[in-house]
């Protein structure tokens, strides 16, 4: 196509802003059209005399840029349905995950409400409103010993009868931390 460099720069002179202003038609931003145009010369120059015309320079530049254009479109259009299984996939995941995490907890206050009920009470005065050993004594007028030894049997009774599979798929999804983070003070 181009003999010399002298060649291939006047081309480039030529046609390059011409290029920019046609690709950005196509692609809508400035920065991308230069990108593709550059790219088109840079093919062009690296290819040299092996590119054979059958048309004008003109033409074959403005249809080398429009088909770069095509591709650029065409590989926007991919990366965008491989975002959106991914985050479709995603977001199924996390909607299984969210259902799993409910069922556990589930799990978990049907089990507590097997407890009897003086047993439930302490255990959920101390696990869900945070109370010390000490201020549930006080205020149910109890030995401390007897709060420690409601909130142990309530423990054992989770532990052994919390599901395996429903305890195993808690680690999975949340991690072991996030896991111990979330429901440490069931199994503490």
Known sequence: MFKTT?????IFKDYYPMGVLFARKQVQDMDTAKDIVQAVF??????????????????????AIRNACINHHKH???????SNI??????EAISDNQLEHKEFELQIHSLIDQLPDRCKMIFRL???????????????????RTVETQ???????LRQNISKEMLYSQIVILGF????????????
């Open 86 to 91: 991914i985050l479709n996939s995603s977001t």
């Open 42 to 63: 840079v093919k062009m120059y690296e290819k040299g005399d092996d590119i054979n015309i059958n048309t004008s320079i003109k033409s074959y530049v403005f249809q």
């Open 6 to 10: 002298t060649e291939f720069e006047k």
């Open 151 to 157: 909130i142990s049997k309530a423990l054992k009774f």
């Open 76 to 82: 926007n259009q991919t990366k965008q349905r491989h």
């Open 126 to 144: 101390n696990r869900f409103e945070g109370k010390k050993n000490k201020e549930i004594a006080e205020e149910l007028n109890i030995s401390i």
């Open 177 to 188: 931390v996030g896991f111990l983070e979330l429901f440490g003070n069931y199994f503490i």
